[in-house]
């Protein structure tokens, strides 16, 4: 394993074996296809599904709700783990949708290191730089995957230089394309000078390898043609000339990302790619907590909750929340204290996930994400230890940028409606807000296609046809400050008062004039954009 230069102690064997990463990119570069290929290799599933296949049999493993699986696209954040070779890989899916950044960017919060995909027609896209940003936050190490290498792209120096402008990071190959489009043979792997060639015929077919002693030894030229050896050779040669060579302790500073060239339709490319962050991806980094941080290699477990899904499975109430576990070896039946309730929580049946098969875990080490069926006790944000008081931090909840009021389509299913909406609030999926004035509730979302969604899978999950409408509110900010000096706002302005699901207060805006109006009139009171979840 890399040497990582802090004086950081060594992990255990088993946790430093752990690769825990999230999948970023913009709507489309291929993600989901990826992240079939992923599990191809380690072994979880025998045949890759496409998004848009026929049958049922050829479904894709991570989009697991029906409006996903109908449309083609990740809504939610879904999570996996298998093998590969001697690591464990813990991988999570994120939704490329702009719409459902709130859900990424949280799950951000449970990885130690990103893959980035890249469209080699498109480039770096406008949810890629956002995804990025936030990962710049947090330090995260990058990998980056240029897929798509078997259609017509752009050229490769182009990519590169995208990448360095816009994301204003190191970029490094570790392989270079041959060819592309039609003409795209394969890659050179730059690492351990092989020569990877495409088998257009079988998609799920591994790439046929080639050892290759440097690029002057004449068995290049038996595969590669002779216009495109020279093109390639040249390209190779200035890319050594002007681009780094590979820092492994700048890769997991964050400062450098190697670029990996291939087609995830084909396979191709993927298998160096897995080995890439097997090698130069982070083990299990401490996680932000107050009053101290957790060190993975702690012996007491904790773990904190990203993420909560309700309804994985229609047939039963259930939700899961996601955890993602800081320190320690956890074992089934192991009782944590629930650090916000400081009550004690056995928990006997957790899950590990295969996307949306799960197995029960009998164990699991800090890296790991596994999941606990619960019915509302854990809500994202919460922290899980064996018994010290220590909560973690930096997992975000971000103020609503579209509002609009809800009813149900029966008035007698009212307490329904409030149910259903407490479940999504509590998952993260929307904020719901009640004002202090009038009946019914308002509900915030990042997206408009948040707001389908919702009606789709309330209908779906709980049978209760609903409608979206209007509201005269535009946004909503959490109000921090004093209590003596939060009632006093509360009383002068009703109207625009409201609660959200935590019982915290909430001024309900029409106008950037009332928020300026406020923060003129109560100076010591904060009207913030972003609430830290569950503080």
């Not at 050892?211 to 004449?218: K, V, W």
């Given at each position: 394993?890399?040497?990582t230069?802090?004086?950081?102690?060594?992990?255990?064997?088993e946790?430093?074996?752990?690769?825990?990463?999230?999948?970023?990119s913009?709507?489309d570069?291929?993600?989901t296809?990826?992240?079939?290929?992923?599990?191809?290799?380690g072994?979880?599933?025998?045949?890759?599904?496409?998004?848009?296949?026929?049958?049922?049999?050829?479904?894709?493993?991570?989009?697991f709700?029906?409006?996903?699986?109908?449309?083609?696209?990740?809504?939610?954040?879904s999570?996996?783990s298998?093998d590969?070779?001697?690591?464990?890989f813990n991988?999570?899916?994120?939704?490329?949708h702009?719409?459902?950044?709130?859900?990424?960017y949280?799950?951000?919060?449970?990885?130690?290191?990103?893959?980035?995909?890249?469209?080699?027609?498109?480039?770096?896209?406008s949810?890629?730089?956002?995804?990025f940003?936030?990962?710049?936050?947090?330090?995260l190490p990058?990998l980056?995957?240029?897929n798509?290498?078997?259609?017509?792209?752009?050229?490769?120096?182009?990519?590169?230089?995208?990448?360095q402008?816009?994301l204003?990071?190191?970029?490094?190959?570790?392989?270079?394309?041959?060819?592309?489009?039609?003409?795209?043979?394969?890659c050179?792997?730059?690492?351990?000078?092989?020569?990877?060639l495409?088998d257009?015929?079988?998609?799920?077919?591994?790439?046929e390898?080639i050892?290759?002693?440097?690029?002057?030894?004449?068995k290049?030229?038996?595969?590669?043609?002779?216009?495109?050896l020279e093109?390639?050779?040249?390209?190779?040669e200035?890319?050594?000339?002007?681009?780094?060579?590979?820092?492994?302790?700048?890769?997991?500073?964050?400062?450098?990302?190697p670029?990996?060239?291939g087609?995830?339709?084909?396979?191709?490319?993927?298998?160096e790619?897995?080995?890439?962050?097997?090698?130069y991806?982070?083990e299990?980094?401490p996680?932000?907590?107050?009053?101290?941080?957790?060190?993975?290699e702690?012996?007491?477990?904790?773990?904190?909750?990203f993420?909560?899904?309700?309804?994985?499975?229609?047939?039963?109430?259930?939700?899961?929340?996601f955890?993602?576990?800081?320190?320690g070896?956890?074992?089934?039946?192991?009782?944590?204290t629930h650090?916000?309730t400081?009550?004690?929580?056995a928990?006997?049946?957790?899950?590990?996930?295969?996307a949306s098969?799960?197995?029960?875990a009998?164990?699991?080490?800090?890296?790991d994400?596994?999941?606990?069926?619960?019915?509302?006790?854990?809500?994202?944000?919460?922290?899980?230890?064996?018994?010290?008081?220590?909560?973690?931090?930096?997992?975000?909840s971000?103020?609503p940028?579209?509002?609009q009021?809800?009813?149900?389509?029966?008035?007698m299913?009212a307490?329904?409606?409030?149910k259903?909406?407490?479940?999504?609030?509590?998952?993260?999926?929307?904020?719901?807000?009640?004002?202090?004035?009038?009946?019914g509730?308002i509900?915030g979302?990042?997206?408009?296609?948040q707001?389908?969604?919702?009606?789709?899978?309330?209908?779906l999950e709980?049978?209760?046809?609903v409608?979206?409408?209007?509201s005269?509110?535009t946004?909503?900010?959490w109000?921090?400050g004093?209590?003596?000096?939060?009632?006093?706002?509360?009383?002068?302005?009703?109207?625009h008062?409201?609660?959200d699901?935590?019982?915290?207060?909430?001024?309900?805006?029409r106008?950037?004039?009332?928020?300026?109006r406020?923060?003129r009139?109560?100076?010591a009171?904060?009207?913030?954009?972003?609430?830290?979840?569950?503080?």
């Open positions: 394993m890399l040497d230069a802090s004086n950081r102690p060594n992990l255990p064997p946790i430093a074996r752990r690769r825990t990463f999230a999948i970023i913009h709507p570069a291929g993600k296809t990826l992240t079939e290929k992923f599990l191809l290799y072994g979880a599933i025998q045949m890759a599904g496409q998004v848009r296949a026929k049958g049922e049999s050829r479904r894709t493993r991570s989009d709700m029906k409006m996903e699986q109908d449309r083609g696209i990740s809504v939610s954040a999570a996996m298998f590969f070779g001697k690591y464990r991988l999570v899916d994120t939704p490329g702009s719409d459902f950044s709130e859900d990424t949280r799950t951000l919060t449970a990885v130690d290191a990103a893959v980035m995909v890249i469209d080699g027609a498109k480039g770096v896209e949810q890629t730089q956002k995804l940003e936030v990962c710049r936050l947090r330090d990058i980056t995957f240029c798509k290498m078997d259609r017509e792209s752009r050229d490769t120096f182009d990519i590169i230089d995208e990448i402008e816009n204003a990071i190191d970029v490094t190959p570790a392989s270079w394309p041959i060819g592309m489009g039609r003409d795209f043979l394969g050179y792997d730059l690492l351990n000078d092989r020569l990877e495409m257009r015929a079988d998609r799920n077919v591994v790439a390898t050892e290759i002693n440097g690029l002057d030894d004449p290049l030229a038996e595969h590669v043609p002779a216009h495109m093109k390639f050779l040249e390209e190779v200035m890319a050594r000339e002007l681009l780094p060579t590979l820092d492994p302790k700048s890769v997991l500073e964050g400062h450098m990302t670029i990996w060239f087609s995830a339709i084909n396979s191709f490319g993927v298998q790619l897995m080995q890439g962050i097997a090698q991806g982070p299990p980094q996680q932000q907590a107050s009053p101290r941080a957790i060190a993975p702690e012996g007491k477990v904790a773990g904190f909750v993420k909560v899904q309700a309804n994985m499975d229609p047939k039963h109430r259930d939700r899961v929340a955890v993602r576990l800081a320190s070896h956890f074992k089934r039946g192991m009782k944590l650090v916000r400081k009550k004690p929580m928990v006997s049946n957790p899950v590990l996930f295969l098969d799960r197995e029960l009998e164990e699991a080490w800090a890296g994400i596994i999941g606990i069926p619960n019915h509302g006790q854990l809500r994202i944000g919460d922290t899980l230890t064996e018994g010290e008081m220590i909560r973690a931090t930096g997992i975000p971000f103020a940028e579209l509002l009021g809800v009813r149900a389509g029966d008035p299913k307490k329904h409606l409030e259903a909406l407490m479940q999504f609030a509590e998952e993260g999926a929307a904020k719901v807000f009640k004002p202090n004035i009038g009946s509730f509900v979302v990042v997206g408009a296609l707001f389908e969604v919702l009606a789709s899978r309330i209908e709980y049978g209760l046809p409608r979206f409408e209007a005269q509110f946004s909503a900010r109000i921090i004093d209590k003596d000096e939060v009632e006093k706002l509360v009383e002068a302005n009703k109207q008062i409201a609660h699901n935590d019982g915290d207060p909430v001024f309900l805006t106008l950037q004039w009332d928020i300026d406020v923060e009139d109560y100076p009171l904060k009207l913030s954009a972003t609430k830290e979840m569950m503080v």
